[in-house]
């Protein structure tokens, strides 16, 4: 979820919502629709609380994509800007596990001007395997910052279709 909606546009959605409940009356019990409004404040309250810890913390957890074939299984992660050298995939058992890092500096002089920055990102996410693969035929791609994972299964499921009598 980090990333997608700005916390400031989430707080004022937040303080809107809260105002809107006062206008109406919806604060006094007997309103039919205040135990709707209060889970809907609730989970308000919940997603600013993950966007503050997400803010806060120096990771982020990459959106990820598990496609099941008859052969494989496929997982498509988006890796905006990290390099293949920094990218950690790693199973153990029935779970498939990526780490990855992006460092970026850029460096900006001119006439009275001097100006460095540095960003530091790392990506983590795991995923948990529902069959099981071949590990050791496992194949991994990263191109235009999409990294696409093939898990071949270790036993192949061919579908049948039944006709029905």
């Known amino acids: 979820m980090t990333g997608l909606i ?4 989430l707080k004022k959605l937040q303080k809107r919502m809260n105002r809107l409940m006062e206008d109406l009356g919806l604060t006094d019990l007997e309103s039919r629709y205040l135990e709707e409004m209060q889970r809907m404040q609730q989970r308000m309250g919940d997603l600013m609380e993950e966007v503050e810890i997400s803010k806060d913390s120096d990771f982020s957890t990459p959106l990820a994509d598990l496609k099941e074939t008859d052969e494989a299984l496929v ?5 905006p ?3 293949k050298e920094d990218v950690d995939i790693s199973i153990t ?10 460092k970026t500096e850029t460096e900006v002089a001119e006439k009275d001007f001097h100006k460095r920055e540095r960003t530091y990102k ?10 099981n693969i071949k590990v050791e ?3 991994a791609r990263l191109a235009e910052g999409v990294l696409e994972i093939t898990l071949p299964k270790e036993t192949v499921t061919s579908r049948k279709r039944i006709s029905i009598d």
Do not use: N
Not at 6 to 9: G, Y
Not at 75 to 79: E, G, R
């Open 137 to 139: 035929e496992t194949k």
């Open 81 to 83: 800007g990290v390099r």
């Open 93 to 102: 058992d029935d779970e498939l596990r990526v780490v990855a890092e992006r």
């Open 6 to 9: 700005p916390v400031e546009e």
């Open 75 to 79: 997982v498509t992660m988006d890796l």
């Open 122 to 131: 790392r990506f983590e996410r795991s995923v948990t395997l529902p069959v």
